[in-house]
């Protein structure tokens, strides 16, 4: 649905020239929650800002919905902008307008009749949980309030794509929470395509499928969040990684573990995208009559399901725990390591 390729951008002033954006080239499906994530600098803002032309680019090509954006006029690129909603870290919000009136403004702008304007408005306010606050102005709402009437005017215009410049970096984790629970609502409802930028892990955890890792204005990993999540390659994606999960400074407690738990196994589950890890423990207790223990753990959830590690420990019958751990390496997508065999 979005292809960008060989896209570029090099801003300069006192005859210094800064790469911001490296020869990028990504291709982004609808229906994708697609993050990008990187450190201050990487270049994020100014990549996304090229999607819809507030940069300009200096070499490369976008194209969205078989419309190549980069070749546009000035009078068909504001028509495609319609198409492309964005939504941004301080919210972008007119003051001294309502609610109301800010989500109202790009239906004026494109020219649609005040009656089906409120009509709009209204659904939308609806749509992102602001009913009773229509008449209010922005100095009258909460950040999570603000950051609703600034999806609400994003989507005004029926746009097919959202990009989202940092959107919840100013807003509290619980706040944040919220604004991508709506995010999510809003993709699987409209069937909206939906780029982030953001340079928090755990945003791209909760609600994306892609991500694209930037380094130095350059795309340095790419994939499905969890193949990246198991799999990172780059330095600077495990340190992502490692601000969801922790460091590995957990596996070397492993021989405190062994240590101080000296009855029956001690067993390492790791769980890549299994969507029941839930009921797994207690279907094995039940099936097989284990004993288990959890010691420790941390598991995930992200999309593509539940991403993590937990060591337990588990006893009983040998017979029994010996079907139990085959159970689990034949039947489940779970990896299933024997880190202390007491029996
Ligand atoms: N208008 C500009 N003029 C000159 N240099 C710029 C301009 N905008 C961005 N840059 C430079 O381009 C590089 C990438 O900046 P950009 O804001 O895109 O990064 P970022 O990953 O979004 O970082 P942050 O999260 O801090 O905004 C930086 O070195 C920045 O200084």
Redesign the pocket.
Known sequence: MISIEGLSKI?T?NKTD?T??DNLTLSIDQGDIFGVI??????????VRLLNRLEEPTNGRVVINDQVVTALNKKDLRIARQDIGMIFQHFNLLWSRTVEENIAFPLEIAGVSKEERLERVHSLIDLVGLSGKEQSYPSQLSGGQKQRVGIARALANKPSVLLCD?ATSALDPETTNAILDLLVDINRQLGLTIIL?T?EMHVIRKICNQVAV?EN?KVVEQGNVLDVFLHPQQSVTKKFVKQVMGSDEEDNDINQLIKNNEQGKIIRLHFVGETTNDALISQIIKTYQVDVSILQGKITQTQAGAYGTLFIQMGGNPDDVTQAITFIREQTSVELEVVRDAD
């Open positions: 801003f002033s800064t911001a954006v990187g450190y201050s600098g990487a270049g994020k803002s100014t990549f940092e930028i340079h930037m204005g």
